[in-house]
């Protein structure tokens, strides 16, 4: 009976007698070879991106001078308030993108990111980012840090929140943190600047912390805000520094002159010469430099330009 032959039948020829020959054997390599081939044209796989492509959902041009964005929050971004992270942009002309750190302006529960920056006319950053608009995106690292943060200070009665300038941004973080009221009797923000127009978020701090939904109370409570301008003439005016060596802030709030190591803690941020100047000061008082790893009682982050 002759053999039958069907579309899943190995390949067979037929021998000159009418019979049917066997099967040629498939060599044993071809498998191997077209896993091979298969290996060999797979791409390789995509490289996690180091950074958070994020849309800007709102900008606020303070002065000629100053500026602020808020951007989308990533579901997995989590950090401390007061922490910092690199913002930034993509390169011109195919080149590295350009980043800088900046200090959070928002506090750890927030469902948007905000940034308080200065723009630097020819900086390699700020000369773009100050352009930015709604809608455009902008890159930001995936890893937070700094020294800012509650758990590098020791327990305290009073929180100094003291900063210059820009410096300001993650005391809009650490003062919208319900546990800085829940360690801390009194808070004050201290806020230097030139003129009485780069007082940004001025009226936040004066009336509209009051209405935060969840340190509203607290804040209305236990937070002071203590400005000073350099430049013009204001009711508190001249360094922050000047008027700490002079006594004059602490006759301004009704406190005991000098800082004092068993009530007080401070966090400074801003220009190189405040924070050097400072810091020397606190430590005339008695008072340790914190950080992370050993919390103190004061711990200090430089303001962040470019």
Not at 27 to 37: F, K, S, Y
Not at 199 to 228: M, N
């Amino acid at each position: 009976m002759a053999a039958t032959l069907t579309t899943d039948s190995p390949l067979v020829t037929p021998n000159p007698a009418g019979d049917v020959a066997a099967p040629f054997p498939s060599p044993p390599n071809i498998l191997v070879r077209a896993q091979m081939t298969d290996a060999a044209v797979s791409p390789p796989p995509v490289k996690a991106s180091p950074f958070h492509e994020l849309e800007v959902l709102s900008v606020h041009h303070w002065t000629d001078q100053l500026f602020s964005f808020r951007i989308r929050r990533p579901e997995d971004f989590r950090f401390r308030s007061g922490e910092f992270v690199m913002i930034g942009l993509p390169g011109e002309d195919g080149g590295k993108p350009v980043l800088r750190a900046y200090s959070i302006a928002s506090p750890s529960w927030d469902e948007e990111l905000e940034f308080f920056s200065i723009k630097v006319p020819d900086g390699p950053l700020t000369s773009r980012l100050q352009k930015i608009q709604v809608g455009d995106t902008v890159l930001m690292g995936r890893k937070p840090t700094g020294t800012l943060v509650l758990d590098a200070l020791t327990g305290g009665e009073r929180l100094w929140l003291i900063g210059t300038g820009t410096g300001l941004a993650p005391w809009l973080s650490v003062a919208r943190d319900p546990d800085t009221y829940s360690r801390f009797g009194q808070v004050i923000v201290c806020h230097t600047v030139r003129n009485v127009a780069d007082l940004a978020y001025r009226d936040f701090f004066t009336s509209g912390i009051h209405e935060d939904p969840l340190v509203g109370d607290e804040a209305k409570a236990q937070l002071t805000y203590y400005p000073t301008v350099t430049r013009e003439k204001f009711e508190t005016p001249g360094r922050i520094t000047d008027r700490i060596r002079s006594g004059d802030i602490f006759a301004d709030l009704q406190l005991p002159i000098g800082f004092s190591p068993n009530s007080d803690r401070i966090m400074l941020c801003g220009s190189m010469a405040m924070i050097k100047e400072t810091g020397e000061l606190l430590e005339t008082y008695g008072l340790k430099e914190g950080s992370n790893a050993e919390p103190g009682d004061y711990v200090l982050e430089r303001a962040f330009v470019g």
